[in-house]
């Protein structure tokens, strides 16, 4: 921290635009001294404030930065009692900001869980707060809910194939998932694979 020279007479307009400048430059460890009187008083304890605010919301910043993006601390916010006006305006933003990317995650983790756990009728919801979902998050969402969607189709195809092969006797039992390509439709295939040779005929022994 360093405190600028003054003369006798009080601040000296070309140090406080040297303050003024590296401000601009964004080097927050200026300050203008405290044992001014009067009008240069105001002036610097003013400026004083200005700098110090701006550093308190540049750490919170880095902190935000390190605690949600890096550590998944997800209900972390920004924080800084003092700030009011813009700067207040200004935490409430990336703070809406935080929120709002972490609400379609958090969703987007809601179902998977629920899948792992064998739940395949929920779905993750394409509107948050009556916003519908735009950009990466609509497209993630409707990756989601057709996957649960094609797992539900897959697990009710095998529950009914076999059913009606193993327990209602009928031949020919087909599994039919609408849809599906790659390893859903290999899985699928091998259901209605594993019916035929369950109904076909036994072959003859061997002497």
Known sequence: MTNLAIASAGLERS??????????KGDFST??????????????????????MNEQITKEFARIRDEVGKNGQ???????????????DKVESVNTLIGDLVR????IARVIESVAKGDLLQSLSLEIDGRPLRGEFLRIGKVVNTMVSQLGGFASEVSRVAREVGTDGKLGGQARVPG????????????????ANRTGRPSPPRW
Do not use: C, H, M, Y
Not at 15 to 24: H, I
Not at 104 to 107: I, K, Q, Y
């Open 104 to 107: 379609p995650t958090t969703e």
């Open 180 to 195: 599906v390509a790659g390893t859903w439709k290999d899985l699928t295939d091998n259901v209605t694979l594993i019916a």
């Open 31 to 52: 300050r203008l001294p405290l044992d001014l009187t009067g009008i240069d008083g105001e002036i610097a304890a003013a400026f004083n404030d200005v700098i110090e």
């Open 15 to 24: 140090e406080f635009l040297k303050a003024l400048r590296a401000l601009k």
């Open 74 to 88: 997800i209900n972390q916010r920004v924080r800084v009692p003092s700030a009011a006006g813009s700067w207040a």
